[in-house]
Every structure is written in C-alpha cells, then in structure tokens.
C-alpha cells in the first residue's frame, strides 16, 4: 500500500504580519481519508499552502511518514509523494491536456500505464489529449485537476475544494475514483470542502476549522456528523 502518514505539529502559518493557523496540530494516517470544513476565510486554503511550501511555517513542523518536510520548497514536498489540487489558477490553460496530465511524472515512458488507469474514470479526456486545457470547461478542468493529481500515483493528496461548481453527476465520478483509488493504492487524502455529502461519503474522519484552529474532530460515518457540521457552518 502506497498511502503515507501526514503530521502536522503546532504549526504557525499566514501572511506577512497576519497569522491565520495558529499552533495547528493535525495526524491523517496512513490510507486514511480526513476532510476539513470551515466557512469562508477561515484558513483551509493557507493550511494546505503551508504544508505544500507556498507559505512558510512561522512555527512547527510537518512530518511525512516522519521525514522533516517543513522547510522543503514546493517542487521537493510534491517528490516526497503529494499531490495537491489547488483552489486558484490550478492548471497550464496555455498547454495541452496530455501536457497537464504529464507534469507531475518523472519521466514520460510512465504516461501510458498511469492514463490508461485513470482513462475509464475519467473518460471525457479520451481523444482529446492534444486539446489545450484552457478550451475545456469549468467542471472539466476540475475533473483534468484530480486526474493529474491521480497520474502522479501520489502517497497523499490535498484537494481543496475540487467539487466547487459542479454538477451532481460529475461530482459522483469524482467520489468513485477517490473511492477507487484509495481501494487500489491505500492513498493518504485530506480534501478541503464545502460539500457535506461528498465529504462524508469519501472520508472516514471529518474536521471542522474555525479561526485557524480545529474545533471538531469526528468520524465522518457517524449519525449527526452531517447536522453536527452544519451547525458549525451556518452561522
Ligand atoms: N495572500 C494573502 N495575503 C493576506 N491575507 C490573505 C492572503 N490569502 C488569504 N488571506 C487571508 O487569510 C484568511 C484565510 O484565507 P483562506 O484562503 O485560507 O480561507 P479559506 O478557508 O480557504 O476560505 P474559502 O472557503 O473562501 O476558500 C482570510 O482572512 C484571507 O483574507
Ligand atoms: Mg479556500
């Protein structure tokens, strides 16, 4: 099994003078799928950021599978086996899908196994590999985001917000090929949402962020977690 454990330990993080997380401590293990809610502004975004090495951590550390990745830059943490779907200007509209697809491989004699994996998932991509991303649609490039993410064959992977937009049907193929993937490699997953459904469906654990801080931590398949998150989220 490929997934890897993620550790986050009293990690500081934000802008310049702002901090946003504060003292954050955080474990999904090995194979283990969290979601994190929270509403707007609360720091889902910078915390993913901060792990990957956009923002650097004012304080603490983040471990992988117990290896020091916290002063790492970007291109180094995405090495060490993560992949992260970001919410903002994600993709290389200027390149071609096979392009996008191809970027997180070390080499490309690997493309043609690892697309014809995520081929039947993601069937919309057949044929058109010469296309350049930035013609697709909103919900395909969504769907070309989780794709290269799945390519990489990741041991974690960070998705933020990856069902904003959506509809309903593309949404459940994206659940199945988490689902599927997880099944397949035992892959590691932390997904940002504002999508409850999807969020229980696919997590075993689910946190809810308020204020750069955890405020819940609970099984994503108990009765109540839906009505439990929602109170968090409503006000
Ligand atoms: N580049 C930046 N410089 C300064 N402050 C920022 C920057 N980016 C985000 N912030 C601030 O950090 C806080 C957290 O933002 P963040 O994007 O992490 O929230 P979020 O939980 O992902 O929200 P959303 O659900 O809207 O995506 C917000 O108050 C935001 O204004
Ligand atoms: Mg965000």
Redesign the pocket.
């Known amino acids: 099994m490929n997934g890897a454990t993620l550790n986050l330990s009293a990690v500081t993080s934000g ?1 310049r003078a ?1 901090v ?1 997380i504060r003292d954050l401590s955080l474990t999904v293990g090995a194979g283990e799928a969290v979601a994190l809610l ?1 509403k ?7 915390l993913l950021k901060t792990i990957m090495g956009y923002l650097p951590k004012k304080q603490g550390s983040v471990h992988v599978n117990g290896s020091d990745i916290t002063r790492l830059p970007p291109h180094r943490i995405a090495q060490v086996g993560i992949a992260y779907a970001a ?1 903002e200007k994600p993709l290389f509209t200027e390149l071609s899908i096979r392009d996008n697809l191809r970027m997180g491989l070390e080499k490309d004699a690997l493309f043609d196994e690892r697309f014809a994996a995520i081929e039947p998932v993601f069937p919309v991509f057949k044929d058109r590999l010469k296309q350049y991303a930035g013609t697709l649609s909103g919900g395909e490039q969504k769907m070309l985001l989780v794709a290269r993410a799945l390519m990489m064959r990741p041991s974690i992977i960070l998705l933020d ?1 990856i069902t904003e937009g959506l509809q309903p049907s593309v949404i459940d193929r994206i659940a199945v090929a988490l689902m599927h993937e997880r099944q397949l490699h035992g892959t590691t997953l932390l997904l940002i949402e ?1 999508n409850v459904p999807f969020a229980l469906k696919v997590a075993d654990r689910y946190l809810v962020l308020k204020q750069g801080e955890i405020e819940e931590d609970g099984d994503a398949h108990a009765a109540g977690a839906a009505e439990s998150i929602f109170n968090h989220l409503r006000v």
């Open positions: 802008y702002s946003v929270g707007n502004g609360m720091g889902k975004t910078t919410q917000e504002q």
